[in-house]
């Protein structure tokens, strides 16, 4: 009875510390597995890679430049030139209302005739500018003459109406104009200014610039003539006659 009570008894205890080992194997899985939970839960998830469009803004890293379509401001940065301009200017060689340049002095040649006959007061010149160049240049209204040396002398009175059309002087071609310089008789004590040159200063052609000044020294058998405030001008003129013909009227 003893030893059959025994052999009954230890299958039970048998059974018993496995029912035990097993819910303490059981105990410690769970607990392992909580632990790995709570460690997830805890760590920051891993960075998932960007894959946004890069943008104008450089970031403190290496990054794409941006391409950007060109827009019509440059900015403050530096930029392709753009020619800008009006179709018509609204000038035309030197603004004389022509296609060539003004005369300049330097390009001109002058002389100076006599017009009134032998034994009379000298009184009628005409002035004769020749063209050195082999293009054509403009004259234009009347020129600036002045019966003494100096820009302080005074400027002798245009004949009438000034005329404003341009004279276009030919390659190796002349213009003229005439000078009338003294309206008194001689005679008696009387004492009158003398002159042994003219100057002829030329106008631009906006009618304000001046392009030089021209000399007209008188003919050696003259050497001086007598002036006054009389004196009148008219010119320029592309034939002698224009140029003369109201002056002999004087």
Same mark, same amino acid.
């Given at each position: 009875? %003893?030893?059959?009570?025994?052999?009954?008894g230890?299958?039970?205890?048998?059974?018993? =510390?496995? &029912?035990l080992?097993?819910? *303490?194997?059981?105990a +410690?899985?769970?607990?392992?597995?909580?632990?790995?939970?709570d460690?997830?839960?805890?760590?920051?998830? @891993?960075?998932a890679?960007s894959?946004?469009a890069?943008? !104008?803004?450089?970031?403190?890293?290496?990054?794409?430049?941006?391409? $950007? @379509?060109?827009t =019509?401001?440059?900015?403050? !940065?530096?930029?392709?030139?753009?020619?800008?301009? $009006?179709?018509?200017?609204?000038?035309?060689? !030197?603004? %004389?209302?022509?296609?060539?340049?003004?005369?300049?002095?330097?390009g +001109?040649?002058?002389? &100076?005739? +006599?017009?009134?006959?032998?034994?009379?007061?000298?009184?009628?010149?005409? #002035?004769? &500018?020749?063209? %050195?160049?082999?293009?054509p240049? *403009?004259?234009?209204?009347?020129?600036?003459?002045?019966?003494?040396? =100096?820009?302080?002398a005074?400027?002798?009175?245009?004949?009438?109406?000034?005329?404003?059309?341009?004279? *276009?002087?030919?390659g190796?071609?002349?213009?003229?104009?005439? #000078?009338?310089v003294?309206? /008194?008789?001689?005679?008696g004590?009387?004492?009158?200014?003398?002159?042994?040159?003219?100057?002829?200063?030329?106008?631009?052609?906006?009618g304000?610039?001046?392009?030089?000044? #021209?000399?007209?020294?008188l003919?050696?058998?003259l050497?001086? *003539?007598?002036?006054d405030?009389? @004196?009148?001008? /008219? !010119?320029?003129?592309?034939?002698?006659? #224009?140029?003369?013909?109201?002056i $002999?009227?004087?």
């Amino acid at each position: 009875m %003893n030893s059959k009570t025994v052999r009954d008894g230890s299958p039970r205890r048998c059974l018993r =510390g496995a &029912v035990l080992g097993a819910a *303490v194997v059981a105990a +410690l899985l769970t607990t392992t597995a909580c632990q790995g939970d709570d460690q997830a839960a805890a760590s920051p998830p @891993a960075a998932a890679p960007s894959t946004a469009a890069p943008s !104008g803004s450089s970031s403190a890293g290496g990054s794409n430049p941006e391409t $950007t @379509a060109p827009t =019509g401001d440059a900015g403050t !940065g530096g930029s392709s030139p753009t020619a800008t301009g $009006t179709g018509d200017s609204g000038e035309t060689g !030197g603004g %004389n209302g022509t296609k060539y340049a003004d005369c300049e002095a330097d390009g +001109l040649t002058t002389a &100076v005739e +006599l017009q009134d006959e032998t034994g009379k007061t000298p009184r009628h010149f005409l #002035l004769t &500018v020749t063209n %050195n160049a082999k293009t054509p240049c *403009v004259l234009n209204e009347a020129p600036q003459v002045r019966l003494k040396a =100096g820009n302080d002398a005074p400027i002798v009175e245009t004949l009438g109406e000034p005329d404003t059309e341009p004279v *276009v002087v030919e390659g190796g071609g002349k213009a003229y104009a005439g #000078l009338y310089v003294f309206g /008194n008789d001689e005679g008696g004590e009387a004492e009158y200014d003398q002159s042994d040159r003219f100057t002829a200063t030329l106008v631009a052609g906006e009618g304000t610039e001046l392009s030089g000044t #021209l000399i007209f020294d008188l003919p050696d058998a003259l050497g001086t *003539v007598s002036v006054d405030d009389a @004196a009148r001008v /008219n !010119g320029w003129a592309g034939t002698e006659g #224009l140029a003369m013909r109201p002056i $002999t009227q004087l």
